[in-house]
């Protein structure tokens, strides 16, 4: 189970969380009157002045998946001030050139909506140096670039050596050879400690997943924010090269209190390489209450919208859960529900049923693997969505949905703890069944694209090709229809806002 959607796991990193956040300012430049007025205006509209005009942009020379059910595919696309002008042949793209409209030639590249990961959780790693050898081919390789990050960190600093199966380097004594002042470890892309330094090993105190390392990293908040806002920031980047241009961060709070939306903020600022939105954990409510948060807060770079609740196992966690869920709604709040079992979901379901609340498609269910038949025609008749969040190695279910799970909208996430996830990965991983029932190829690419960006509130701005909506593209070197494999094709750049974000 991933560390972070543990009930329990998620109480021990609040009270850590609480024990080494640094004080906030009195003033925080989140309160109500600086960035939330009492009736949030919705999601910004192009309106037809946006979009009349000749095109900035035309695009074409490529598949163009538009993931709109109108008009799945087309041969251009017209991009005027940040938003898509005009979709479908290239005569209708081309009324709209202008004397300075650029034509962009895709030779033969497949054009996509932005990926949209709908379930991220601010990653154990921002507290120290995250070495990412997850491609390496060797654990020769891997142990380079250790040796590499050890040359350019500080003398202490913790190292965590990120790599995939089978390329750990083995004993402590080549590990002390690669960084012989700073305490390494080595981590699987769920965080569990393969091997360790003799530095590591001696302060961990045979810690066999780094969240056990999150007591005595996380005082590092207590000082200068600097260098995790520069992790944060590495590890956006990292995440946009796998053509992911809008991320969703759930359940803020969990890692250093009310500074993670500080943290977030920050990093959102400057010039991000994609957009943000994020869910608060309600746990925190105390803290979130002081700061007199309005539902929707933000805009559409940066937006805050719902509340994350974690399923509590106790005795009369269900009532509770109903009464949560209703004062959420009643306040405007979307609200996800995390289960780790079909016992949590029935329990979660009957609450929403018994809450009394309308829902909206932000609002629903994150799980491990997908729901029984029964709890997904349920999931169906509430408005709700789904929310899959496997780890890098999921285990199958056991009762998959016979009639798989047409007509819930589902989202795919990835609950590692260490780094960003691969859309196409997971899309793969989708329809091979690896989230507990095998996704059709349209709904798994809708996973990630159309029904993600409506699990976070954005779907009328992002997710598909379509007049009006922001010019958010994830380019591929190949069309992944043909690939037959969804992880093959390889991202080579995305746009935001019609701007060139990443660049392979």
Same mark, same amino acid.
């Given at each position: 189970?991933?560390?972070?959607?543990?009930?329990?796991?998620?109480?021990?990193?609040?009270?850590?969380?609480?024990?080494?956040?640094?004080?906030?300012?009195?003033?925080?430049?989140?309160?109500?009157?600086?960035?939330?007025?009492?009736?949030?205006?919705?999601?910004?509209?192009?309106?037809?002045?946006?979009?009349?005009?000749?095109?900035?942009?035309?695009?074409?020379?490529?598949?163009?998946?538009?993931?709109?059910?109108?008009?799945?595919?087309?041969?251009?696309?017209?991009?005027?001030?940040?938003?898509?002008?005009?979709?479908?042949?290239?005569?209708?793209?081309?009324?709209?050139?202008?004397?300075?409209?650029?034509?962009?030639?895709?030779?033969?590249?497949?054009?996509?909506?932005?990926?949209?990961?709908?379930?991220?959780?601010?990653?154990?790693?921002?507290?120290?140096?995250?070495?990412?050898?997850?491609?390496?081919?060797?654990?020769?390789?891997?142990?380079?670039?250790?040796?590499?990050?050890?040359?350019?960190?500080?003398?202490?600093?913790?190292?965590?050596?990120?790599?995939?199966?089978?390329?750990?380097?083995?004993?402590?004594?080549?590990?002390?050879?690669?960084?012989?002042?700073?305490?390494?470890?080595?981590?699987?892309?769920?965080?569990?400690?393969?091997?360790?330094?003799?530095?590591?090993?001696?302060?961990?105190?045979?810690? #066999?997943?780094?969240? %056990?390392? /999150?007591?005595?990293?996380? =005082?590092? @908040? !207590? *000082? &200068?924010?600097?260098?995790?806002? +520069? $992790?944060?920031?590495?590890?956006?980047?990292?995440?946009?090269?796998?053509?992911?241009?809008?991320?969703?961060?759930?359940?803020?709070?969990?890692?250093?209190?009310?500074?993670?939306?500080?943290?977030?903020?920050?990093?959102?600022?400057?010039?991000?390489?994609?957009?943000?939105?994020?869910?608060?954990?309600?746990?925190?409510?105390?803290?979130?209450?002081?700061?007199?948060?309005?539902?929707?807060?933000?805009?559409?770079?940066?937006?805050?919208?719902?509340?994350?609740?974690?399923?509590?196992?106790?005795?009369?966690?269900?009532?509770?859960?109903?009464?949560?869920?209703?004062?959420?709604?009643?306040?405007?709040?979307?609200?996800?529900?995390? #289960?780790?079992?079909? %016992?949590? /979901?029935?329990?979660?379901? =009957?609450? @929403? !049923? *018994? &809450?009394?609340?309308?829902?909206? +498609? $932000?609002?629903?269910?994150?799980?491990?693997?997908?729901?029984?038949?029964?709890?997904?025609?349920?999931?169906?008749?509430?408005?709700?969505?789904?929310?899959?969040?496997?780890?890098?190695?999921?285990?199958?279910?056991?009762?998959?949905?016979?009639?798989?799970?047409?007509?819930?909208?589902?989202?795919?996430?990835?609950?590692?703890?260490?780094?960003?996830?691969?859309?196409?990965?997971?899309?793969?991983?989708?329809?091979?069944?690896?989230?507990?029932?095998?996704?059709?190829?349209?709904?798994?690419?809708?996973?990630?694209?159309?029904?993600?960006?409506?699990?976070?509130?954005?779907?009328?701005?992002?997710?598909?090709?379509?007049?009006?909506?922001?010019?958010?593209? %994830?380019?591929?070197?190949?069309?992944?229809?043909?690939?037959?494999?969804?992880?093959?094709?390889?991202?080579?750049?995305?746009?935001?806002?019609?701007?060139?974000?990443?660049?392979?």
């Amino acid at each position: 189970m991933c560390i972070v959607c543990g009930s329990g796991s998620a109480h021990l990193l609040r009270a850590i969380a609480r024990t080494h956040a640094a004080p906030r300012p009195s003033a925080s430049r989140f309160v109500a009157h600086v960035v939330a007025p009492p009736v949030m205006p919705p999601l910004d509209p192009a309106s037809e002045a946006d979009l009349s005009g000749p095109a900035d942009v035309i695009l074409r020379g490529g598949p163009i998946l538009t993931m709109s059910a109108a008009t799945p595919s087309a041969e251009a696309v017209a991009v005027r001030a940040g938003r898509i002008q005009a979709v479908g042949s290239e005569a209708a793209a081309y009324a709209h050139r202008g004397r300075l409209t650029r034509i962009v030639d895709l030779r033969g590249r497949a054009l996509l909506p932005g990926f949209v990961n709908a379930h991220w959780h601010l990653p154990f790693t921002l507290l120290c140096e995250w070495v990412d050898a997850t491609g390496a081919d060797s654990p020769a390789a891997a142990l380079a670039a250790l040796a590499e990050a050890a040359r350019g960190a500080a003398p202490g600093e913790w190292l965590v050596l990120g790599v995939s199966a089978g390329m750990a380097p083995a004993g402590a004594a080549v590990l002390d050879a690669a960084a012989p002042t700073h305490p390494a470890v080595v981590a699987d892309p769920d965080g569990a400690i393969l091997a360790a330094n003799t530095l590591a090993a001696a302060a961990g105190e045979g810690a #066999a997943h780094i969240s %056990a390392l /999150v007591p005595r990293l996380a =005082a590092r @908040f !207590a *000082g &200068s924010a600097e260098p995790t806002q +520069r $992790r944060l920031t590495a590890l956006l980047r990292q995440t946009a090269a796998l053509g992911v241009t809008c991320l969703r961060v759930c359940g803020l709070g969990t890692l250093s209190g009310a500074n993670d939306l500080d943290l977030l903020r920050a990093v959102a600022e400057p010039s991000p390489p994609l957009r943000l939105r994020a869910t608060l954990d309600a746990a925190l409510h105390q803290e979130w209450s002081a700061l007199r948060l309005s539902p929707g807060f933000g805009d559409d770079a940066f937006r805050v919208d719902t509340l994350s609740i974690w399923f509590d196992p106790d005795a009369g966690a269900a009532p509770r859960l109903g009464a949560d869920l209703r004062r959420a709604r009643d306040a405007g709040w979307g609200v996800t529900v995390h #289960a780790n079992d079909d %016992a949590q /979901v029935e329990q979660a379901l =009957a609450a @929403f !049923a *018994g &809450s009394g609340a309308a829902f909206d +498609r $932000r609002c629903g269910l994150e799980c491990r693997r997908a729901p029984l038949a029964a709890q997904t025609v349920a999931l169906d008749g509430l408005g709700l969505s789904l929310g899959l969040t496997a780890s890098h190695d999921p285990v199958p279910m056991d009762n998959a949905p016979s009639g798989g799970l047409s007509g819930v909208p589902v989202s795919l996430g990835l609950d590692a703890a260490t780094g960003p996830s691969a859309p196409l990965r997971m899309v793969r991983n989708a329809e091979a069944g690896e989230f507990g029932v095998a996704l059709a190829p349209v709904q798994a690419l809708a996973a990630v694209t159309i029904d993600a960006a409506h699990r976070c509130g954005a779907g009328d701005i992002l997710g598909s090709i379509e007049r009006g909506k922001y010019a958010d593209f %994830a380019f591929l070197d190949s069309d992944p229809r043909g690939a037959g494999d969804y992880a093959a094709p390889r991202c080579v750049g995305t746009w935001v806002n019609g701007l060139e974000a990443f660049r392979a």
